[in-house]
């Protein structure tokens, strides 16, 4: 079993930068495939960004392409979420999912497949 914790979100103007960090500790960081998902207040979490194993693949939902980036760390077992351009609709709870995998290429994009969460950082882009 792997623990997830985040950190880095809080209140920035639209426009701005954000970094969000999840460490993550309990198990080898590689063997999991990762992701970012959030929580608008009202709504259903969705998926933001996500990245295999080895960090050679990734994948973002169509309205934060081009404005974030997703990146991983296994010697440090961090996988981080840097988040440009950012837009009142940005504002959400922000999650870490874990997925212990077999494949070293394989992305996982749904919030069914992945058994590990952290516990949420709140991101608040105002206008």
């Known amino acids: 079993q792997v623990q997830l914790v985040e950190s880095g979100g809080g209140l920035v103007q639209a426009g701005g930068s954000l970094r969000l960090s999840c460490a993550a500790s309990?198990?080898?960081?590689?063997?999991?495939?990762m992701a970012w998902f959030r929580q608008a207040p009202g709504k259903e979490r969705e998926s933001v960004a996500a990245?295999?194993?080895?960090?050679?693949?990734?994948y973002y939902t169509d309205s934060v392409k081009g404005r974030f980036t997703i990146s991983r760390d296994n010697a440090k077992n961090t996988v981080s979420l840097q988040m440009n351009s950012l837009k009142p609709e940005d504002t959400a709870v922000y999650y870490c999912?874990?997925?212990?995998?077999?494949?070293?290429?394989?992305?996982?994009?749904?919030?069914?497949?992945?058994?590990?969460w952290g516990q949420g950082t709140q991101v608040t882009v105002s206008s």
């Open positions: 999912a874990a997925e212990r995998t077999y494949y070293t290429s394989k992305l996982y994009y749904t919030e069914a497949e992945y058994d590990y």
């Open positions: 309990g198990r080898t960081f590689s063997n999991y495939a």
């Open positions: 990245i295999n194993r080895s960090g050679g693949s990734t």
